[in-house]
């Protein structure tokens, strides 16, 4: 399950670093001054902020698109029915509007919550889950997700990580500049040299990883409030015995690795590597709701 991480970890590095670099020609195509901070921190924030908020306004389009779910419009049976009865119910409690409802095909026990808002989400469910889950432990996980959503974790990840990029994208750039004029002899000209875009793609790349670790913090932090958010309107018992289900199949997940952060399964990793990792521990996150 790591290599999966570790994917993902690359693939939102090689977009930085893309974004990266067409931030750096754009500098040249419109002129702008090494020295103008002003103007850097603006395209930085453009390029921070862009991919994070297509991200979050496609994230149901692209969920539906990538896992191949089928979303309960007109329930086909007693399962289904109880699936939407039960979101339902918990949407209403929470205070949030009632999510579209869907159901995949993947064999571990999995679920997850996505969506641009509150009010405009969806919950969906693996066919894994159903089997494996008896109907107090699923109702425990779709109390979960739909904590996410009541939440607004989807929002708050995106302007998480927008910030970030955009920090990353301006201090590679700042640095850059520093290290290239101490290496010319202290020429300071903006009129970079070619080694400047050398340093500058290193930094991107190496502040980057910097940022996937606060993000990964914080999704981290989300989960042990979802688990309580779940505990709430499912009961603690539920949640509990949700979680000692779902170590069955912990760190196996197939979600599609733009939204395996947002399932309730996550990888298993230890020392350095778990900084990396969206979830916390399965048996850290079931002693914190015992301790409760």
């Given at each position: 399950m790591f290599k999966s991480v570790g994917l993902l970890v690359a693939t939102n590095l090689a977009v930085m670093v893309l974004f990266g670099i067409v931030l750096s020609v754009l500098q040249g195509v419109f002129g702008i001054s090494l020295g103008n901070y002003t103007?850097?921190?603006?395209?930085?924030?453009?390029?921070?902020?862009?991919?994070?908020?297509?991200?979050?306004?496609?994230?149901?389009w692209m969920a539906k698109r990538s896992t191949g779910m089928h979303v309960i419009e007109q329930p086909r049976n007693e399962a289904e029915l109880w699936l939407v009865n039960t979101v339902r119910r918990q949407a209403e409690a929470?205070?949030?509007?009632?999510?579209e409802v869907g159901v995949y095909d993947a064999p571990e026990i999995n679920a997850f919550a996505t969506g641009p808002s509150r009010n405009n989400?969806?919950?969906?469910?693996?066919?894994g889950l159903l089997r494996a889950m008896s109907r107090d432990e699923a109702e425990a996980v779709l109390g979960h997700e739909v904590s996410h959503v009541a939440n607004g974790d989807m929002v708050t990840m995106a302007l998480i990580q927008g910030v970030l990029n955009t920090f990353v994208f301006f201090f590679a750039r700042v640095v850059g500049r520093i290290i290239d004029?101490?290496?010319?002899?202290?020429?300071?000209?903006?009129?970079?040299?070619?080694?400047?875009?050398?340093?500058?793609?290193?930094?991107d790349i190496v502040f980057g990883l910097f940022a996937r670790v606060i993000a990964m913090w914080f999704s981290r932090w989300r989960e042990f409030r979802a688990d309580a958010g779940g505990a709430g309107l499912a009961g603690r018992d539920k949640m509990v015995a949700a979680l000692k289900r779902l170590s069955a199949t912990y760190g196996h997940s197939t979600l599609p690795s733009q939204i395996q952060a947002f399932g309730i399964s996550g990888a298993?990793?230890?020392g350095m590597r778990g900084l990396f990792l969206s979830h916390p521990p399965l048996e850290e996150r079931i002693r914190r709701l015992q301790a409760a």
């Open positions: 103007a850097l921190m603006l395209l930085a924030t453009m390029f921070g902020f862009g991919g994070s908020i297509v991200s979050l306004m496609i994230s149901k929470a205070g949030i509007a009632m999510p989400s969806l919950v969906a469910v693996s066919t004029t101490a290496l010319s002899g202290g020429r300071d000209s903006d009129r970079p040299s070619f080694f400047y875009y050398i340093v500058v793609t290193v930094l298993i990793a230890h």
